[in-house]
């Protein structure tokens, strides 16, 4: 049966195939609909599956699954892999009993907005075996290889999507479900496995791992799935010399490309990135004299074919992103592998689109940077947080506000421009601190979000208090993990359908030692910019925890609050309510021959009421009847 | 045969769920499809597009002059879809323009709606203007500008009319016979501009 899935739809489809016990991760795009499809089915599956405080944490609990012989996935994007990698290493170098697969989504071309990594380097490094996806069949299909793999060699496996696979739906043929054996949970006490004391038993576990890396390369090698996908596959055409090696989502457009210009070469098709099928990648190369290798971001897979080449001894032509044929930023649209293909048969196949059209449309582009919801929580805290370093008769230039991941850094872009930097999860406390001690006199300002902070931002609050840092942190804390999709975390109120128990925010900053902590409604504005101008000036570490649900969120679940409108007689048309909070339910009407300039606040305002506190002639009003 | 839609707009105009209706459409029709979805920010007043493909195809992604179809929900918005349009191939205009913060206080700085249409033309596209949020609103539900525009481009693309009719009727819950009354409205539009 044939069913349209996105990639991680599909991921989500092998994980239940696969007969997969546990399922854990921390949201992040593009990987974050995995764990989204499978919740729902939580009570019916009887998998144990969640949303864990981080990606460590996530990775940990399910090879914990996995060494007491449960099958288990952990799912995460190239990000999370970073935060994992401490505990990654360790329990790749032991191994496990049960099937342990880590899904990790790369986003080439920063469509999520975040440092294009490439997590390849993770396997080589962590000795880990490694799948490419190359279409949303192989979600399914590689999944249910990467289980049978990781249980034959006895040590955990990486399956690699990336957006242009996690985010597009296909048609996917959909297989049965294992009948695997049940298995009762069950650890061996194996210190010389399990523990890592003692230089004789490290090196020996070095040697394990190394030896499960070849047997994953046997095993996948000619590996064949249930749909008839071949892992690594080489295609010769007679009398030609031009060849393509290629690996993950570019199988797509390079196919097109070769059906749309009716291309004839040869082709390598690598499935498993790490370890690479060495002997094929030389028979390859035996027969061809000049190759492209197509592969998203860094030349991992471009380096060992030179390398092999050297080997061989042949001198063969490889072009790819060392050469400069293609480049090693963003992802590889059709265009790219289009000019790389002409570069390697050295031919010109079809006209792009007129540049002075495309010259044009450039020129005259809307840059449309984000900004926060109508009635977003977080636009109030950091007008609040403006006004108040403004009564305290600082200026905006002279105070640092380090940001963080998530919803909240959007105070970055206008009309705020409050955030000065984001780097990773729970980063801007740690910095903040490091700015104080640099010596910057004047008050430091941290942000940070709920889920960001329960996920990396508890051991930095400690250490400022432990080291006694003047610093103002503030949590906004709109009770979800927003920008990823509303998912929940362990601040979150209204959980839905499960007994979680709620962790209290200002309770863990009590139990951190933090004495001066603060509680604002950022829609209550006046009492906000107060309450942060006392933590501003406190000579300690200060916290003001800013509560209010995301307003998505709360319209989902029906709250309602009073709209506002605009008082025409009294409306000036000034635009200090627009430049002052940027929200998108205003609109602008300049003047024209029948009216004067005046504002609107159309039906989509949720009733934060922020603007009325903007408008310099008491014009803005609340309607009458409550929506 | 390939048939490429190619759809963009602004986070909130329902640019993602009209992609999902034409999907549905051509999977319960039989055909093969590819649906990719930009998704991310644009809920955050970002821009937002996604592609549909029908037929024989193997990359998730529409290449340059491939469009058999575009429809640009957000005037300025449509700029980024002129390296996508087939010569003679159709674009749908809806007369809407979505202020950015930097422009709000300034809509003069906007692109005039005439030099976007001309690059259009210039790109070899044969141009359909469309006020959807006026037609929403005259059926009393201005949500619907994604569904006055279904109709529009159900027209110019040969769509079966009351197969997808009965796709709406099982997949939209509310407001059912304003929502079948803003498709009709949307297709008769594109039938009387192209008569």
Redesign the interface.
């Known amino acids: 049966m044939k069913k ?1 899935l996105t990639g991680n739809e599909a991921v989500a489809e092998g994980a239940i195939e696969s007969g997969v016990e546990v399922v854990t991760g921390y949201p992040g ?2 990987s974050t609909e995995v764990i989204l499809t499978l919740l729902p089915q939580k009570e019916k599956s009887g998998m144990h599956i969640e949303w864990s405080v981080n990606e460590k944490v996530a990775f940990e609990i399910a090879a914990g699954a996995a060494w007491a012989g449960k099958r288990a996935l952990v799912t995460m994007k190239m990000s999370g892999v970073n935060v994992a990698a401490d505990s990654l290493a360790s329990i790749a170098y032991s191994g496990c009993t049960g099937g342990l697969v880590i899904f990790v989504a790369d986003d080439p071309g920063a ?3 975040m440092p294009e990594e490439d997590s390849r380097y993770y396997a080589k490094s962590m000795v880990v075996p490694m799948l490419d996806l190359a279409s949303q069949q192989e979600c399914l299909d590689y999944l249910k290889l990467a289980f049978e793999i990781s249980e034959k060699i006895g040590g955990p496996i990486f399956l690699r999507s990336t957006t ?1 696979i996690s ?5 996917v043929e959909i297989g049965k479900k294992l009948k695997l054996e049940k298995r009762e949970a069950r650890l061996e006490r194996d210190i010389a496995k399990y523990t890592k004391a003692g230089a004789a038993w490290c090196m020996a576990q070095h040697q394990d791992v190394l030896t499960r890396l070849a047997e994953a390369s046997k095993i996948s090698d000619s590996y064949v799935t249930e749909s008839g996908i071949k892992v690594n596959e080489i295609h010769f055409e007679d009398d030609n010399k031009y060849g393509v090696i290629y690996a993950g989502a570019v ?6 490309a070769l ?2 210009y009716n291309i004839k070469l040869s082709w390598l098709k690598i499935g498993m990135v790490h370890p690479l099928p060495e002997e094929r990648i030389k028979k390859f190369l035996e027969k061809v004299d000049k190759v492209l290798v197509l592969e998203e971001l860094d030349p991992l897979v471009e380096a060992e074919v030179m390398r092999i080449a050297y080997l061989l001894n042949k001198k063969v032509e490889i072009l790819g992103k060392f050469d400069q044929t293609l480049p090693i930023t963003g992802n590889y ?3 790219k592998i ?1 000019n790389g293909l002409e570069v390697l048969l050295g031919v010109e196949m ?5 540049s002075k ?2 010259e ?3 020129e ?10 109508i009635g977003c929580p977080h636009r109030g805290t950091y007008f609040a947080l403006n006004k108040a370093i403004k009564n305290l008769k600082y200026k905006k230039d002279e105070i640092i506000i380090t940001g963080d991941i998530g ?1 909240t850094i ?1 105070g970055m ?3 705020f421009e409050s955030c000065w930097t984001e780097v990773a999860m729970g980063a801007s406390i740690g910095l903040a601190q490091g700015f104080k001690w640099a010596g910057i006199k004047k008050p430091v300002i941290a942000t940070i979000g709920d889920s960001t902070f329960f996920h990396a931002g508890i051991p930095p609050l400690i250490n400022a208090v432990y080291q006694k840092v003047p610093l103002t942190i503030i949590i906004l804390d709109n009770g979800w993990t927003a920008m990823t999709g509303f998912e929940e975390n362990p601040g979150t109120i209204h959980l839905s359908k499960t007994n979680n128990r709620r962790v209290d925010i200002i309770k863990v900053c009590q139990g951190c030692g933090v004495e001066d902590i603060h509680i604002i409604d950022p829609y209550q504005t006046e009492q906000a910019i107060d309450i942060i101008m006392k933590a501003i000036e406190y000579p300690g570490v200060s916290v003001v925890v800013s509560q209010r649900e995301c307003a ?1 969120q709360a319209k989902r679940r029906k709250i309602k609050l009073t709209k506002h409108k605009v008082n025409m007689d009294k409306c000036t048309g000034c ?1 200090i309510c ?2 002052s909070l ?1 929200c ?1 339910a ?3 009407h ?1 003047k024209d021959d029948q009216n004067k300039a005046y504002m609107e606040i159309t ?1 989509a305002c949720f009733g934060c009421g922020l603007c009325t506190y903007t408008c310099p002639e008491g014009a803005i009003e609340v309607t009458k009847d409550a929506v | 045969m390939q048939y490429n839609i190619y759809l963009v707009g ?1 986070g ?1 105009q329902g640019v993602i769920s009209l992609g999902q209706i034409i ?1 549905n459409y051509a ?1 319960k029709k039989g055909e ?10 644009a ?5 937002a597009h996604c592609e549909i493909r029908i037929g ?10 491939s469009s058999d179809l575009i429809v640009v929900m957000e005037l ?2 449509g ?2 879809a ?4 087939k010569p003679g191939g159709i674009v749908i205009l809806n007369k809407k323009r979505i202020y ?6 300034h ?2 700085k ?2 005039p709606d005439k ?2 249409a001309l ?1 259009f033309k ?2 070899k596209a044969k141009i359909i203007w469309i006020d959807a949020a006026k037609i929403a609103l005259e059926v009393g539900l ?1 949500i619907a500008e994604n569904i006055v525009l279904l109709g529009a481009l159900s027209f110019l693309s040969s769509f079966d009319k009351e197969f997808i009719i009965n796709l709406l009727k099982k997949d939209i819950p509310r407001e059912l016979d304003k929502n079948i009354a803003a498709f009709n409205r949307g297709y008769q539009a594109a039938e009387g501009m192209t008569v």
């Open positions: 349209l795009t593009p469509n999520a907005a242009e985010h597009v739906a296909s048609d199988e797509g457009n390079f196919r097109e059906k749309r649209s059709f265009k289009k079809e006209s792009e689109q007129d059209i495309l044009r449309a450039k005259i582009e809307v840059k449309r940077p984000t900004s926060f919801c919803c959007l872009n206008k009309p998505l635009r627009l430049t940027a998108p205003m609109v602008f300049p039906s | 602004v909130g999907t999977v093969k499809v590819k649906f990719f979805k930009e998704v991310g920010m809920q955050r007043g970002g821009p024989e195809i193997f990359g998730s992604r529409i290449p340059p002059l300025a918005e700029l980024k002129l390296e996508f349009v950015p913060i930097d422009l709000m206080t809509p003069e906007y692109p030099e976007i690059l210039k790109a201005p």
